[in-house]
Each structure stands twice: as C-alpha cells, then as structure tokens.
C-alpha cells in the first residue's frame, strides 16, 4: 500500500470518528419521560449523518449536579476515551439548572473537542473546525442564568401556593395528612376518632407522665391503627424498588413524639417562611425564647378556625419534652469501655450503650448494651431478637475477667504471621508505587517526544494518577494496620507496663480494655445456675471476652438476680459500684 492510499484511509477513519455522537436526555420525575427528546435528536443525528454511539437518559432533577448523575457520568467516562465528538441534547437545561454546573460541563466537553449540540435553541459550542463558538458561549451563559432563575422562580411559586393553600384551609399532600385529620372536600377537618386518640396521647404525658415509648406501646397493645393503616391498603413505595406494607408501620416513640412537637393540634400550621411573609397579618411568630427547639428562620404559622388540643396543655408538654432534652443532654456523657469491641453473636452488629439517668441521679430503665439491629428493626425486618445486657453487670464481668487473664501468654503464631503478610503487602505495593511513578515520567516523554494526541495523553495521565492515589491509600492502610500490630506484640510483650492492678476508674479501664481486649460477644445462654440464679424464667445472658493472645474467658449474668453473677464457672459476688462510667 502506498503512502497517498494509507493518507485516504486515515482521513476516512478520522471522518468517521468525527460522526460518533452520543443523545443525552433527562427528566426530573417518574411522571416524565424521554422519548420525544430521544426522537427529536434521534432525527437530527440523521440528518447530519451522525452515528449514534449511545443513548444515556436518566429521571433525575437538574439541580443535582453532572457529575452525581449516574448516566451523565458514565457518558462523561465514555467522552474521555477520545472517540465521540458529539453530544446531543434537546435542550440546555437538560445539561443542568444551575449556570456554574453548565458552563462548567461545556468547558470541560470544549477542551475534550466534543461539540454540545441543543435541539431546541439550534446552537453549537464548537465550529466546523474545532474552534469554540464565540455567539455560543454568550448565548448559553444567557440561557443558564435564564434557566436558573425560572427554577427559583418556580421554587417560591411553589411555597408560595403551598402558603396560600394552607392559609384557605385547603388540605395538601392527598390522603395522607397529619394524625387527627382528614381531607375532606380537600380541605383540612379534624377526624373526630383519631383527635380522642391525640387528646389521650397528650394527657398519657402530661398527666400520667408516661414516656413517649410508654405511650406507643399502650397504642401498640390496644390495636390502634396508625395514620398508615388507617389510610392505605395496598404496599406503599418507600424508595425505588422498596415497598412496604401498611400493617409494617407501627406506633413508635419518634411517631409520638412528632405528634407532641406538632403546634398543629393546638391550632397552628407549620408553613415555610419567605421575607415576603414576614409583615402579613394572617401568619402568627412564636416567642423563640421560649420554644427554643422552633426554626423561626424557616417557619411561619397559620391560625387553624379549631384546636384538638388547649394552649395550656401543648405548653405544658413542651416544657416537659424541653426539660427531658436537657436533662438528657446534661447526663448522657457515660464512657463506653468496650466501644468498638462488643457485638451480637445472631448478626455480628455492634452493641450500643443505651443509658439513661433517672431523676435522681441513679441507674434508670435504659441501661443496657443492645443490639444495633434494633435501631433499624422498628417494622420487624432487622432486629435480630438477640438479648441485651445490663451494663454494669457486663462491665464488672469484663473487670473480673482481666484480673484472671494470663499476662505472661507468648505472642500467638497468627499475630506474627499476619506481621509477616501484612510486611509482604507493603513491599509489594511500594514497588507498585514506584512504576506507577515511572509509568508517569514516562507518558510525558513521549507526549512531549513524540507528539501524543492530548486527548490521549490526558487519559493516560488520569489513569496514572487514579492508580497511585489508590496505591497510596493502600500504603496509608498497610502502615496503619502494621502499626495495630505491633502494639499488640507490645503489649504481649509487657502487659501490665504502667498497670499494677486492673483499674476501676472507667477511662482507665476502657486504655487496658483496648489494649487486652480482642472483642466481647453477646449471646443468650440455655445453660442454668439454680443455686445462684434460682428463678426458672430467668433469662441468662452469656459474655464472651476474647484476649488479644487468643484466651477466652466466659461470663454470665441474669435478668433477676444482682447478687452474683458467672465468671469461667464461678460465682462472684456482684457490687454494682464498682466502676463509674459517669463522666
């Protein structure tokens, strides 16, 4: 083949590349579709003889920026591989609404040589010979700030009818409303069944001080139908693809304690704020002093014609739902001492300390390690049903256990040998490091030598420099955990080093915890102590605490019984001061 014949050849192939177009298209919702974008660009590609690479449509909303768009990245990956030249959409919002995301998104597609092609305005980015469109530019900077503005115009259009929709009484958001009311003729009525329910829950608080898990459980037990059950029969979407059932949502303590928060019941609607409100007479300001937990930057509030529930009696419940925040935010500073090392034996999740003060200062109800589980497991999907343990019994079992652990133990062979595969790792990934760098030096070489195409040379590059961020982060991770090790040989090596004795100090304990401690495990026992644990519907919980040299050292506990408790077969007289974990 001669010279003038491989010259053709290549300038076809360069022909060819410069017809490889990709369409992006983009809704903001479910309700929406693509499908005249798509054919719309789909008719245009035709016309100008583009092949069309890849279609990349998405349902997502414009404000989210390119890059968090998960088919505007992956056409943003494909773009840099050098091959389309252009992208079609139907028009500039698609790319995005907010005008430093757009004109970002056209910058970085002009320095790739990618012509931005938008149907509805007919404008290019770039010329026929590759030069930026000068008209564009100024064109598109227009037609972004225009497409931002009418986004928030839209925005305050949109509260500003939910305002006036709510100060008619008109009854937003379909047939699901607020506990105790109804839409009725779309307006907002009270429910007359459902408002006894909230008179009870605000009196079960303010006169019979039940707490909000209290209240929920009375609610639970007397088969009352939450605003869910009541309203749906059919699975409701929670997220996309997730359903859930109606009879899945129960009463819990958030549920109520939403509804004690809730001005609604003693006569006021929430509605966002704008500083146009702020002077009209239809909208009544709170004193911030004393609601403190109010938002008055972002909430006005709208006079309902009745209250389900008096003025006196919402006050009150505020001040109690205060002064129990207070309180809680005053005494709940306890040290965990097994933090990070205790976990479930049915689902491997850590146990959290569920702790709380009573009144006087003393251990409440909430005093137990629980399973993580549980804080998800509010419908029944996640909770793993394992027990939980009561935390000065299981912190004294921890206490007694380290004053039996055997503190001359020799380095385990798995400690030493995981040293040594962990040093391997390191070698290894340093002499990675050490191409990549190489590699590097010399893509520059030849870009500068022998004339790399820059689209290529920046592909190169990213890629290099993606594989030695990696290599360092494994280099961080690698020096991180081998340094984990070694304080672990260290203490194998000398234990007891500033420690004479087991302390009982709390922050003390957790340091020697944390440095003799492998992990503590959570499980209920079927075992039976008779003699010290004489009631036969007793629940045994079962401590395993493992050292970091291998030992394992077991304790039990009971649900009745304070007086003992269960160390490695042994019976221990248990003292429940013994370790204060109140900062």
Known sequence: MNSDAALIILYICNME?????????????????????????????????????????????????????????????????????????WELSRLGRSVLDVLKNVELFTKLGVNIFIHKENLSTLNDDGTQNATSKLFISMLGGFAEFELETTRQRIIRGVKDSKTKGSANGGALQYYGFKNESKKLVINVEEAEIIKQIFNMYTEKEMGTSSIANELQHRSIPTKYNSTFSKKIKISKGKYRSPNAFIWVDAVIWNILRNSIYRGLRRTKSYPEYRGNPNFIKRDPKKYKHLNFDKWDYIPLDDQI?????????????????????????????????????????????????????LAGRDNAYRCLSKRGGRYGEVDCKNVGANIDKVNFIVHNILTRVDTNTNPTPELLKEMQDLNLKQEKNDRRLKRLLKQKKKYLKQGSTYGMKDNVLKELLAENSQDQHEATELSNHFKAEYSRLEDKLYTFNDPWSKISTVPTDASMLKDTIKKLVSKVVVSKSDKTFPEHFPNPKDTITQIDVTMISGQKLTGYLSRFTSKYVIVEGEPVAYDAKLINILL
Not at 319 to 326: A, G, Q, R, T, V
């Open 17 to 89: 590349a410069t017809k490889l177009a990709c369409v992006y298209a983009r809704v903001s919702t479910d309700k929406q579709d693509t499908r005249q974008q798509i054919n719309d660009l789909k008719r245009y590609a035709k016309y100008k003889g583009y092949k069309i690479f890849k279609i990349y449509d998405e349902q997502i909303s414009g404000t989210t920026e390119g890059e968090s768009r998960s088919a505007f990245a992956d056409m943003l990956l494909e773009i840099q591989k050098g091959e389309i030249k252009h992208i079609l959409v």
């Open 309 to 361: 529930i008096s003025t006196s009696q919402w006050n009150k419940a505020q001040e109690i739902l205060n002064s129990k925040s207070n309180q809680a935010a005053a005494e709940s500073k306890f040290i965990n001492i097994v933090k990070g090392l205790i976990s479930c034996s049915n689902c491997n999740q850590p146990y959290f300390m569920h702790k709380r003060s009573s009144k006087n200062g």
